[in-house]
């Protein structure tokens, strides 16, 4: 219970944010598997028993990096007007991965692409039930399998798009995600 206080004042948000800057920083010159929670402690300026209050360990710390790009993804397509399109939407949001090449070099050059996937399925499941419902159907209210899937299948569909440089238009790719969440079940303007 102590923790959970500690996390959600300012300066403990404040401090994650820092703990997990360092990290990412360190990712761009550091293979992740050489970088020690001493390491981040001697950078930071806190004590491992510090970082111990805001993770269980570092791969907990990598996870909070790619939640915060998650958050990020989902706010900055949510805050599109509410008239636009799904495939305007879909566009903001593809977007912003776009931008987020650094952090896909990083994740890739350290075989770290499991959190990226095991990080979306739990925010789907957790924070944007819109894809759960989507999925369900009278007989299955939420099959795990098959969000797993899509899940997957999004994020491979966007790992191909940065494995060939990013170079096929964002509006194209929208085009191909929502083929993928089988497009018809929106109005025909979204396509």
Same mark, same amino acid.
Request: some cysteine; proline content about 4%; charged content about 25%.
């Given at each position: 219970?102590?923790?959970?206080?500690?996390?959600?004042?300012?300066?403990?948000?404040?401090?994650?944010?820092?703990?997990?800057?360092?990290?990412?920083?360190?990712?761009?010159?550091?293979?992740?598997?050489?970088?020690?929670?001493?390491?981040?402690?001697?950078?930071?300026?806190?004590?491992?028993?510090?970082?111990?209050?805001?993770?269980?360990?570092?791969?907990?710390?990598?996870?909070?990096?790619? !939640? &915060?790009?998650?958050? @990020?993804?989902?706010?900055?397509?949510?805050?599109? /007007?509410?008239?636009?399109? *799904?495939?305007?939407? +879909?566009?903001?949001?593809l977007d912003f991965w776009k931008d987020q090449k650094n952090f896909f070099d990083i994740m890739m050059r350290n075989n770290l692409y499991h959190f990226f996937l095991l990080?979306?399925?739990?925010?789907?499941?957790?924070? !944007? &039930?819109?894809?759960? @419902?989507?999925?369900?159907?009278?007989?299955?209210? /939420?099959?795990?399998?098959? *969000?797993?899937?899509? +899940?997957?299948?999004?994020?491979?569909?966007?790992?191909?798009?940065?494995?060939?440089?990013?170079?096929?238009?964002?509006?194209?790719?929208?085009?191909?995600?929502?083929?993928?969440?089988?497009?018809?079940?929106?109005?025909?303007?979204?396509?």
């Open positions: 219970m102590e923790q959970r206080k500690l996390r959600s004042t300012p300066a403990a948000c404040r401090r994650q944010r820092q703990i997990e800057d360092c990290l990412f920083e360190n990712l761009q010159h550091v293979p992740y598997q050489s970088i020690s929670v001493s390491d981040l402690c001697r950078q930071v300026g806190i004590s491992r028993k510090a970082f111990y209050n805001y993770y269980p360990d570092k791969d907990a710390c990598f996870c909070a990096i790619v !939640d &915060r790009l998650i958050r @990020e993804s989902m706010l900055r397509s949510t805050a599109v /007007s509410s008239e636009a399109s *799904l495939m305007e939407t +879909v566009t903001v949001m990080r979306n399925i739990d925010y789907v499941i957790k924070e !944007d &039930r819109s894809v759960l @419902e989507l999925l369900s159907t009278p007989e299955v209210r /939420s099959d795990m399998d098959i *969000l797993a899937c899509y +899940v997957a299948s999004t994020i491979t569909l966007v790992l191909q798009w940065y494995f060939r440089g990013f170079n096929t238009p964002t509006e194209e790719m929208a085009r191909k995600l929502l083929r993928l969440l089988h497009a018809p079940m929106f109005s025909q303007n979204d396509a």
